[in-house]
């Protein structure tokens, strides 16, 4: 009998069933594309290392925000950005820069972060606001990415005389300096070695577009890539303005946690004394 | 001559905007930089895509006021003239997927090919599909795979392998579906369908001169707007019908012809009254 009645409802309701099929058949579509599609994106996406014209935001925030407009590009005197195109491996159409044959000249009005229609260039991030409040753009704010040195294959590490990158430095002596140390091999020659800081670098290429070695040994990295981070926890006492962190910190800081509710002495030798 | 005034037009303003982007880039012209996803005309007037907006925002991007503004006026432009003139008087994969039609009609794959189908609503879909899938990504999900951005950036800023995305549009259109990227699945095309709902410029037909030879419908690349052809005068109204205007082109006894969506229950021809 019940399939009978089955049978009688497909029967008299054959409109119901390809509704539900075509449906069905749409969701499955929609589902089976959204997942190729997706997962293009998501191929592309992890792109570390790019290096973003000054300015950029944040890689996902600036991903989410770029256009591809390429109004940067265009702004560019120097032709030294480029819309990445399919076979540079990163992200279709984002702008980029790469050092070693096109490093950013650090030009003082940054004609690319004002082209910017979204803000994925931000002014902000590569200005400081005067003493009336207005926005001032400065190139040395800029963060595009980290020198890092190869000390290995760095002649001027061996003891020859090179300062290739020093002089290119446009932020010289804050950006890269020279360290004076005795050569131990000679016994009687100084070696001149190149030293980058972190904090005033900004990462334009200059340096690597410069260096005399074969493949450069001094290379800028996105800078999350390039750097480390050091817990919060360790203060440097002997520096004045680490030690500033201190000043707020309550008096008693003594952490409580159920094993150091008995001494030190009396919890290690719980087992021994009975 | 006459028979291809309007393709003629178009392939001249099509051609003209990416040569005026073009001097932008390469020789600092100022009339319009940038691109057709953003830019800027005399370096005063922003421009940008609404379309690629609405999925940087949907991807949680804070827009800066020159996008915003720019796609405002885009939309507007295109919302108050007809949406979908974009896509047959500026967007230069049109230009492909016509080349496409062509070969394929050429070539007599019509009846050879009928094995493919898909309705006219999947870009609909695909422009919900992107827009949640800019929201879950964090990035602009279309113009991640848009063979319109390969190619007008791959022309103002050079290909690469951009060209790639542009063959696989011909071939789909050549091989799969007939009309099938711009007429099926593009979602900016679909989107400026929606903005263009109730825009100006509409095609006019006049049932009283129409001999009924279906030559319209035939090159029409989006038919089903054509559907008061042999019924009734008036005007086209869907959205979907992209002002190209080969069907005035093709039709010889005059019953079809550009007007506006006022007016459409006005006769087009002293006949009727």
Redesign the interface.
Known sequence: MGTKHNQRDELTMPERREFLLKAAR?LGL?AA??LV??G???E??PAPFVLRPPGALPE??F???C?????C??ACPYDAL??A????NK???TPYFVPRTHPCYLCKDIPCVP??????LDKKLVGEEDENGELVLNINLAKMGLAVLDRETCIAYSGIQCDACYRACPVIDKAISVEYTRNARTGKHAILAPVVHSDSCTGCGLCEKACVTKKASIFVLPREIAMGKSSERYIKGWDIRDEERLRDVPEETTTRTPRSSKSPVDYLNEDIIP | MNKYRYLILRRATQTGILFLFFTGNAFGWSILRGNLSAATFIDVVPLSDPFAVVQSFSAGASIAKDALAGALIIFLFYALIGGRVFCSWVCPVNMVTDLAGWSRKTLRLDSALKFWDIRRDVRYWIIALSIALSAMLGVAAFEWVSPIGAMHRGIIYGFGFGWMFVLLVFLFDLLAVKNGFCGHVCPLGGFYSLAGRFGILRIGYDKYKCTSCMKCLEICPERQVLDIVGRQSGAVLSGACINCGRCIEVCDDDALKFTNIYSRNIALSKKEG
């Not at chain 1, 082209?115 to 994925?120: E, N």
């Open positions: 749409g929609a594309g959204g599609w997706g293009l994106i998501t592309g996406r996902q925030q991903l989410a925000a256009l591809k407009c390429g109004k590009v265009e480029d819309l195109k399919p076979e540079d992200p279709i159409g082209a910017c229609p979204t803000g994925a």
